[in-house]
C-alpha cells in the first residue's frame, strides 16, 4: 500500500471517520513488518486489536448454577413437624394443664374466704386509684392557675 494513503487512514481513524472495510487495511498494514518508522508508535495499537480478536473467554471460576433445595423435601420435613406436633397433643391433652394451673392459683374451700380475698384485692385497688386521683387534683390545680394567668 502506498505510505501515503496509510497516513491518511491514520488520520480518518483517529478522528472516528473509518469505514470497517478501511479499518482492516490499517490492521492488515500494521501487522506486517514492514511499517514505516513514523508510524511505528500506532503498531502495538492495531497490534493489540488482532491479538484479542482472536483471543477467547476462559472462566477462572466454573460457573455451575447453585443446587436448588427440593420443594419436595420442604414438604417432607413440615409433614414430620405436623406428625410431631399431632402426637404431641394426643399425649399430653390439655386438661391436664388445666387442672394443674388451678391448682396452682389457688382455689378457695368456702365462698366467704373468696370474698374476703377478693375485698382485700379490691380495697388494695380502690387505695392506688386514690393516689392515683390526687395526681389528677394537682393538674386541675394547675389548669386554673394556667388560666388565670393566661387569659385565652
Given amino acids: 500500500m502506498e505510505l501515503a494513503k496509510i497516513e491518511q ?13 478501511e479499518e482492516t487495511q490499517l490492521k492488515q498494514y500494521f501487522s506486517t513488518e514492514k511499517v514505516a518508522a513514523h508510524l511505528e508508535q500506532y503498531k502495538p495499537l492495531f497490534g493489540y486489536l488482532t491479538t484479542e480478536k482472536e483471543e477467547k473467554f ?17 414438604a417432607i420435613a413440615a409433614s414430620v413437624v405436623f406428625l410431631v406436633g399431632v402426637i404431641t397433643l394426643v399425649n399430653y391433652p390439655p ?12 382455689s378457695f374451700e368456702s365462698p366467704e374466704e373468696a370474698f374476703e380475698e377478693t375485698q382485700k384485692a379490691l380495697a388494695l385497688l380502690s387505695q392506688n386509684v386514690n393516689i392515683g386521683m390526687e395526681s ?17
Fill in 95 to 106: 386438661t391436664k394443664q388445666k387442672q394443674l394451673a388451678k391448682s396452682e392459683l389457688g
Fill in 9 to 21: 487512514l491514520v488520520e480518518k481513524y483517529f478522528e472516528g471517520e473509518t469505514t470497517i472495510a
Fill in 136 to 152: 389528677v387534683n394537682y393538674i386541675n390545680e394547675y389548669e386554673n392557675s394556667k388560666n388565670l394567668i393566661f387569659k385565652k
Fill in 58 to 74: 476462559t472462566p477462572l471460576l466454573s460457573l455451575k448454577t447453585k443446587k436448588r433445595f427440593p420443594v419436595t423435601r420442604i
